[in-house]
C-alpha cells in the first residue's frame, strides 16, 4: 500500500533522509522509530506529500505522489504531531467541511458518528480554539478517519490524550490493519510500537540501521526475550558507534 524506495532529502549538505526503502502492506502496522534527528519526521512528510524528496519514490496504492498525487493523498489519512485545526469553526463544522471537501457520501452521517466515537459531541459546537490539546487530538484522528482512507499514516499519536483516549487510539490502529488498512507509525513510546506493531523499522541518522518483526529484532541483539526499548538502545548506541568509527 505505501512504497517508499531510495528516499533521499537534502538540506544543503544535510542528508536527513539517506536512501531509506521500505513498504508498508494492508493489515500490518510498521512503527517508524529512531532517536530525535534520525529523520521519522521528514520520511513521513514525503510518505503523505508535505515533502518533495531530493531522490527516490513514494507511492501509495499503486500512485506515485511525484506523478499523481490527488490520487495518492485520497488514499491517506494523516494525524500530524501537532493538530493544525481551524480555529475558529466548530468541530462539528470541521468535520462536516472536510468530509464534503473529499466527497465522502453521507457526510453529516460520518462526521456524527466520529464525533461521538471520539467521545466529542458534547463539545461538536464550541469553537475549536477552546478546546485542550487532547481534544484537538481527537478531532484530527476524526479528520482522517472520515473518508476511510485505506493507509494511515500517524505522527505521535499520544501526545495529549488521557489514558482511555490512549487505550481507544492503539486499539483503533490495531483494528485498522486487522481489517486490511496500513498504518505507519513513528512515536517515541517503546510500549505504544511494541504493543501494535507487526514490524520496526529503526532510523538512525537518516539510514535504516534495523528492521523487523519483535522475533527478528531479539535475534539479532541475541536476547530471548527483550523488550523494544532494549532493543532500540542497544542498536542505537551500535550503529552511533560505527558512525564514530
Same mark, same amino acid.
Given at each position: 500500500?505505501?512504497?517508499?524506495?531510495?528516499?533521499?532529502?537534502?538540506?544543503?549538505? !544535510?542528508?536527513?533522509?539517506?536512501?531509506?526503502?521500505?513498504?508498508?502492506?494492508?493489515?500490518?502496522? !510498521?512503527?517508524?522509530?529512531?532517536?530525535?534527528?534520525? &529523520?521519522?519526521?521528514?520520511?513521513?512528510?514525503?510518505?503523505?506529500?508535505?515533502?518533495?524528496?531530493?531522490?527516490?519514490?513514494?507511492?501509495?496504492?499503486?500512485? $506515485?505522489?511525484?506523478?499523481?498525487?490527488?490520487?495518492?493523498?485520497?488514499?491517506? &489519512?494523516?494525524?500530524?504531531?501537532?493538530?493544525?485545526?481551524?480555529?475558529?469553526?466548530?468541530?462539528?463544522?470541521?468535520?462536516?467541511?472536510?468530509?464534503?471537501?473529499?466527497?465522502?457520501?453521507?457526510?453529516?452521517?460520518?462526521?456524527?458518528?466520529?464525533?461521538?466515537?471520539?467521545?466529542?459531541?458534547?463539545?461538536?459546537?464550541?469553537?475549536?480554539?477552546?478546546?485542550?490539546?487532547?481534544?484537538?487530538?481527537?478531532?484530527?484522528?476524526? $479528520?482522517?478517519?472520515?473518508?476511510?482512507?485505506?493507509?494511515?499514516?500517524?505522527?505521535?499519536?499520544?501526545?495529549? /490524550?488521557?489514558?482511555?483516549?490512549?487505550?481507544?487510539?492503539?486499539?483503533?490502529?490495531?483494528?485498522?490493519?486487522?481489517?486490511?488498512?496500513?498504518?505507519?507509525?513513528?512515536?517515541?513510546?517503546?510500549? !505504544?510500537?511494541?504493543?501494535?506493531?507487526?514490524?520496526?523499522?529503526? /532510523?538512525?541518522?537518516?539510514?535504516?540501521?534495523?528492521?523487523?518483526?519483535?522475533?527478528?529484532?531479539?535475534?539479532?541483539?541475541?536476547?530471548?526475550?527483550?523488550?523494544?526499548?532494549?532493543?532500540?538502545?542497544?542498536?542505537?548506541?551500535?550503529?552511533?558507534?560505527?558512525?564514530?568509527?
Amino acid at each position: 500500500m505505501i512504497d517508499v524506495r531510495r528516499l533521499v532529502k537534502t538540506y544543503g549538505r !544535510v542528508r536527513a533522509v539517506d536512501d531509506v526503502s521500505f513498504r508498508v502492506q494492508g493489515g500490518e502496522v !510498521v512503527a517508524l522509530l529512531g532517536p530525535n534527528g534520525a &529523520g521519522k519526521s521528514t520520511t513521513i512528510k514525503a510518505v503523505t506529500g508535505l515533502l518533495r524528496p531530493t531522490g527516490g519514490t513514494v507511492s501509495v496504492g499503486g500512485h $506515485a505522489l511525484e506523478r499523481a498525487p490527488l490520487e495518492a493523498k485520497a488514499l491517506l &489519512g494523516y494525524v500530524p504531531d501537532r493538530p493544525y485545526l481551524y480555529q475558529k469553526l466548530t468541530g462539528r463544522e470541521l468535520l462536516r467541511f472536510l468530509a464534503r471537501l473529499r466527497r465522502v457520501g453521507d457526510a453529516e452521517a460520518k462526521a456524527e458518528a466520529w464525533l461521538a466515537h471520539f467521545d466529542l459531541q458534547r463539545s461538536a459546537n464550541e469553537l475549536i480554539e477552546t478546546y485542550s490539546h487532547g481534544m484537538r487530538q481527537k478531532l484530527t484522528f476524526a $479528520a482522517a478517519l472520515l473518508h476511510d482512507p485505506p493507509a494511515l499514516v500517524i505522527d505521535e499519536p499520544m501526545v495529549g /490524550l488521557d489514558p482511555r483516549a490512549a487505550h481507544d487510539v492503539r486499539h483503533l490502529m490495531r483494528q485498522r490493519a486487522d481489517e486490511g488498512g496500513a498504518v505507519l507509525l513513528t512515536t517515541h513510546s517503546m510500549e !505504544v510500537a511494541e504493543a501494535v506493531a507487526d514490524r520496526v523499522l529503526l /532510523l538512525h541518522h537518516g539510514r535504516v540501521v534495523a528492521s523487523g518483526t519483535m522475533e527478528e529484532l531479539r535475534r539479532r541483539v541475541g536476547v530471548e526475550d527483550a523488550t523494544l526499548e532494549a532493543i532500540f538502545l542497544q542498536l542505537t548506541e551500535e550503529a552511533a558507534r560505527e558512525a564514530a568509527a
